[in-house]
């Protein structure tokens, strides 16, 4: 049954047993010392609402009930010598590379999991990392930071559906036949390979501390030639649609996305030299580097760049 489920059924039982259980608690014989050897009641059960005694934590071995997996667990105190006999605090590999080597070995654990997890739902992985598709290390950062989160389809026997929210930035300029907007054109991964037009409204995925204002400034932190202080965004106008879709970072993993589009405007100021055009400006981050265009609604249109939700919902 669901974890939470299980503790909640195991907390039940606890209180109809109440005294009933304590008077029927099962204590093994004293030790010479004076003190239990083991010690199976209810009052030292795992994930109970009564912890296991001081006097009972101090003894050699020790006998608990784990209620939840209905199973009785041996607990024993070992001797340091005992333990580094055994490299069981050998965590970090040799002097002077514990800490990297530790952090690379979690990275690995975790993208190994989540590939078994993906493939258990008949996800190949295969694909990942190839091409235009981002690697499984990177699927595994992203669940860890909370970047984007796997959930179950009711609807559907075993199928994982990856949700994703994220935040577009309509940034224009201009007005009537000088009106343009910025776009993210393409982008180059660290290997070398390129994913060429992308042609969409630059955006991120909203982080699980960020608010709607946190993640736009975020982005705008991010554009070449761009200050901050000469956007002004318009959170009256945000709109708001759902889009469900084979990802194409992630091939095979279907993912919905929840998208908000927070319209802006960069206030031009020709004194400071900084104008819009159609030639592209590129941003490198730690992990790729972005390429903008500044774009007509026209040359939007024959790109089919999503501008709206009305042209989302007709895409």
């Known amino acids: 049954p669901d974890p939470a489920v299980a ?27 004076g003190r239990f050897n083991k010690y199976c009641t209810s009052e030292s059960s795992l994930d ?75 996800i190949d992985t295969s694909a990942f990392g190839k091409g235009s598709a981002k690697s499984l290390e990177r699927f595994a950062e992203e669940l860890e930071c909370g970047a984007s989160q796997i959930m179950m389809d009711a609807a559907k026997h075993k199928a994982l559906v990856r949700v994703v929210e994220v935040v577009l930035m309509r940034l224009s300029c201009g007005e009537g036949p000088d009106l343009r907007y910025l ?18 409204l630059p955006g991120t995925k909203k982080r699980p501390h960020e608010n709607l204002r946190n993640a736009v400034e975020r982005i705008v932190h991010e554009l070449p030639k761009i200050d901050g202080d000469d956007v002004v965004f ?43 055009g159609p030639s592209e400006m590129a941003h490198s981050s730690s992990r790729s580097t972005k390429f903008f265009s500044w774009l007509t609604v026209d040359e939007c249109g024959r790109k089919q760049v999503k501008l709206t939700t009305q042209q989302a919902a007709e895409a």
Not at 20 to 29: G, P, Y
Not at 183 to 200: K, M, T
Request: with cysteine.
């Open 48 to 122: 109970s609402a009564n912890a296991t005694p001081a006097t009972i934590l101090q003894n050699p071995t020790f006998q608990v009930i784990d209620r939840l997996t209905d199973k009785i667990r041996t607990f024993e105190w070992k001797s340091i010598t005992w333990i580094q006999s055994r490299g069981l605090l050998n965590l970090g590999g040799r002097s002077g590379e514990g800490r990297y080597k530790e952090s690379n070995s979690v990275r690995y654990s975790s993208a190994t999991a989540v590939g078994l997890m993906l493939e258990a739902h008949g």
């Open 183 to 200: 776009i993210v054109a393409s982008d180059e991964q660290l290997d070398g390979r390129v994913r060429p037009s992308l042609n969409r």
């Open 234 to 276: 318009s959170f009256d106008g945000i709109e708001e649609f759902e889009e469900d879709e084979e990802s194409p970072s992630y091939p095979g993993v279907r993912t919905v996305y929840r998208k908000q589009v927070v319209p802006g405007v960069f206030c031009l100021d020709r004194t400071r030299g900084v104008a819009p």
């Open 7 to 33: 503790a909640r059924r195991m907390e039940l039982v606890e209180r109809l047993e109440g005294n009933r259980m304590k008077r029927m608690a099962i204590r093994s014989e004293m030790t010479g010392d």
